[in-house]
């Protein structure tokens, strides 16, 4: 028989449901929880909630894309975490009641080495060890990986993610939640040299995304007191501008591990790889470094099923069940 396994996402506003069969994706069901926009970010009871509703549908229709009864399945995956505790219940739940009633094992996925393992989704898959750029609304990480059990961070943000920084600086610029995606928009249509902004000096490997903020707020205040108008007159310049500024932070850093681990096989995973400046800057990064690039598709960068369906695919193979005293941990360590 086949191994088939649903895997279910529900570590902050998608409901994500997948199905694997022996290492290829059958599936990918997310549903977006719109109601988040209404309060400028993401409002955690609301989004258990939500859960809540989309569950059922959401694994429904997994199954139904995929031609699979849930009596197939081999076993059950669900984010453990980090996350939102109450979005993380809804799934753990979901997950244990559904592996007890078919009597299937329970397998228990960490969310950030999902996001890196995206990169095996779909080929050309990167050969170990290598290194992942972790890009999200909570993370930012720079992962030395060496097997699927063997990830270490190598450096990461001391304070804001890198999509939080977007997230908050496109509330400066008046774009509804979430901006960041609005920003990446305008920048493709502005100067990336028009407006100077500093970036923190971090040492060794890790980052610092507050000061970005803080220089961009201070600029908009000083340049909106001469000119109201300032902001709307200069949108695309001043998000290429912050754009540009936050990707040298990233690309930077990335270049020093690369220096330091001498790894040339790069990945990068998580909600803002999704970001187009930040995949043509690093892609022309690579050509002139002559690195090895892996970037997953845009379905698989943002929040879903199908990256913990894949980590647990291995997680299967490897016989790495949990077993139903697993709880959701919010800030599951590494």
């Known amino acids: 028989m086949p191994n088939i396994i649903l895997a279910l996402e529900t570590s902050c506003d998608e409901t994500s449901a997948a199905i694997i069969q022996e290492g290829i994706l059958q599936s990918n069901v997310v549903a977006t929880q719109i109601i988040h926009q209404n309060f400028g970010g993401v409002v955690p009871e609301l989004a258990s909630r939500a859960h809540q509703q989309k569950i059922i549908p959401v694994i429904q229709q997994a199954l139904t894309n995929a031609k699979v009864s849930l009596q197939a399945l081999s076993a059950i995956a669900f984010t453990q975490g980090p996350g939102l505790l109450g979005a993380l219940i809804v799934g753990n739940a979901f997950a244990k009641g559904l592996a007890f009633a078919q009597n299937i094992p329970l397998i228990a996925v960490h969310h950030m080495k999902a996001h890196v393992w995206a990169n095996f989704i779909e080929p050309p898959f990167p050969s170990f060890p290598f290194l992942c750029l972790t890009v999200s609304g909570g993370h930012t990480q720079l992962v030395f990986v060496k097997s699927y059990k063997q990830m270490k961070i190598i450096g990461q943000t001391q304070d804001d993610a890198v999509g939080e920084a977007y997230d908050k600086i496109a509330r400066m610029l008046h774009f509804p939640y979430p901006g ?54 200069h949108i695309c310049d001043l998000c290429a501008s912050i754009q540009h500024t936050i990707v040298q932070m990233l690309l930077q850093k990335l270049e020093k591990a690369v220096g330091i681990t001498k790894l040339t096989s790069i990945a990068l995973a998580g909600g803002v790889a999704a970001n187009q400046g930040l995949r043509k800057e690093l892609q022309a990064l690579a050509k002139k470094k002559g690195w090895k690039i892996f970037i997953p598709q845009f379905a698989f960068c943002t929040d879903n099923a199908a990256m913990v369906a894949r980590a647990a695919h291995d997680q299967f193979l490897a016989k790495d069940f949990c077993n139903y005293q697993a709880t959701p941990l919010p800030r599951m360590p590494f």
């Open 180 to 233: 960041g995606k609005i920003i990446d928009a305008y920048a493709q249509k502005g100067d990336p040299k028009r407006f100077s902004f500093s970036m923190a000096q971090m040492p060794y490997l890790d980052f610092s995304f507050s000061g970005i903020k803080t220089a961009v707020l201070y600029f908009l205040q000083k340049e909106t007191k001469k000119n109201k108008d300032f902001i709307a007159q």
